[in-house]
């Protein structure tokens, strides 16, 4: 298998909420709702970089195309990682994230790998850590 991950799809319970977090509180770029006028189809696409798409998607939704019951959702499962040039930029990361209604789980801070980070939640539970790394040059 060649790696070509080309969308991230994090199941949410309230699309619109989700959509307002993520375009108005974030900042991210999106079209908004589309796939309305299918069942089970509504989803938001959030251009992330080159290639690469976060998708929006009802945990639902999600369940009746794959098949599987709807389950627990817990926020250990899997993290999104948001790398940054600086410890400023990820203080700066975290206040948006905080002021669109994040819940702050771990306030930035020195890791003990030398670096530099923090996680939030946001609406839907989802962890997001954003870090500053000083081995990682951040492209812009």
Not at 29 to 35: F, K, L
Not at 36 to 50: D, N, P, R, T, W
Not at 118 to 130: A, C, K, N, R, T
């Amino acid at each position: 298998m060649k790696p070509r991950i080309t969308v991230v799809t994090i199941g949410v319970d309230d699309l619109e909420e989700s959509l307002r977090f993520y375009r108005e509180g974030l900042g991210l770029s999106t079209e908004g709702i589309i796939g309305k006028e299918f069942e089970h189809g509504a989803v938001v696409f959030i251009e992330l970089q080159s290639g690469l798409r976060l998708a929006l998607w009802p945990r639902k939704s999600i369940a009746h195309d794959s098949g599987l019951s709807l389950g627990a959702t817990s926020p250990t499962e899997f993290t999104l990682g948001h790398n940054v040039s600086s410890k400023a930029e990820v203080d700066a990361v975290m206040d948006q994230a905080r002021n669109a209604g994040a819940v702050i789980v771990k306030p930035a801070q020195d890791t003990f790998w030398g670096g530099y980070a923090g996680y939030f939640q946001d609406p839907d539970g989802h962890l997001w850590e954003v870090a500053w790394n000083p081995q990682w040059t951040v492209q812009d």
